[in-house]
């Protein structure tokens, strides 16, 4: 059974432009959420999506956005890139929402320079 | 508001000791409770979890008890090996369809032979 899968595991982009992260979830997973961990601030969430609704988000700004397509995958996006944006990326998806264990991506690691 | 208090470490400890990351939370009705691990360059493993007070979570010789009473979840092990130096995360997750994981600092274990 695939686990979840980031793309891409590492990325360097300049400050001020934008980016698309992908996360698979695990077949049949159709709760999927963001995290964004740093040294500072640990693990901190973004967004959870559930058939293709965001169901909760996190205290960021408006610069994060994220969606979820038909088929669970979920792609989020941080435009306008700033230095304090540079982390470490984590998607974990969940059967459903409740009080289940998520399962979580290798993360993709940002850079901004 | 909700949150999760862990020990701060590093934590080093030589192989066969007994481990005890302590982890509190604060929580408004009955939250589930998880620890998950990560390894280096990895994203993080689901080690156990608890849904209700007085449960206990285990896996690979790990052990966590819900307690209400003390808004605990402990983790402990018996006789830890040089493969379970990792950072170690208490979470816990609100009830209800829209709670997202709230996580502790993380503790870094370091076992040495």
């Known amino acids: 059974k695939a686990g979840v899968t980031q793309t891409p595991r590492y990325l360097i982009k300049t400050r001020g432009q934008q980016v698309t992260l992908s996360c698979s979830p695990i077949?049949?997973?159709?709760?999927v959420s963001w995290y964004q961990q740093t040294p500072g601030q640990g693990l901190q969430f973004l967004f959870e999506?559930?058939?293709?609704?965001?169901?909760n988000k996190g205290n960021f700004p408006g610069r994060f956005s994220g969606r979820q397509f038909s088929n669970s995958r979920s792609e989020m996006n941080v435009s306008t890139l700033e230095l304090g944006d540079s982390a470490l990326y984590l998607c974990?998806?969940?059967?459903?929402?409740?009080?289940?264990?998520?399962?979580f991506g290798s993360g993709t690691r940002l850079t901004v320079v | 508001g909700n949150s999760v208090t862990q020990m701060e470490g590093p934590v080093t400890l030589s192989e066969e000791a007994f481990l005890t990351i302590n982890c509190t939370y604060t929580?408004?009705?009955?939250?589930?409770l998880f620890w998950y691990v990560q390894y280096p360059g990895e994203g993080l493993q689901l080690l156990l979890k608890?849904?209700?007070?007085?449960d206990k979570g285990s896996n690979k010789g790990f052990e966590a008890t819900y307690r209400k009473e003390t808004t605990s979840f402990h983790l402990e092990k018996g006789s830890v090996q040089v493969s379970d130096s990792a950072v170690y995360f208490c979470?816990?997750?609100?009830?209800?369809?829209?709670?997202?994981?709230?996580f502790g600092k993380g503790t870094k274990l370091s076992v040495k032979p």
């Open positions: 979470a816990l997750k609100r009830e209800g369809s829209q709670g997202n994981l709230i």
């Open positions: 974990a998806s969940s059967l459903n929402t409740g009080p289940y264990g998520y399962t």
């Open positions: 929580a408004t009705g009955y939250p589930s």
């Open positions: 077949s049949g997973h159709r709760s």
């Open positions: 999506y559930f058939s293709e609704t965001q169901r």
């Open positions: 608890a849904t209700k007070a007085d």
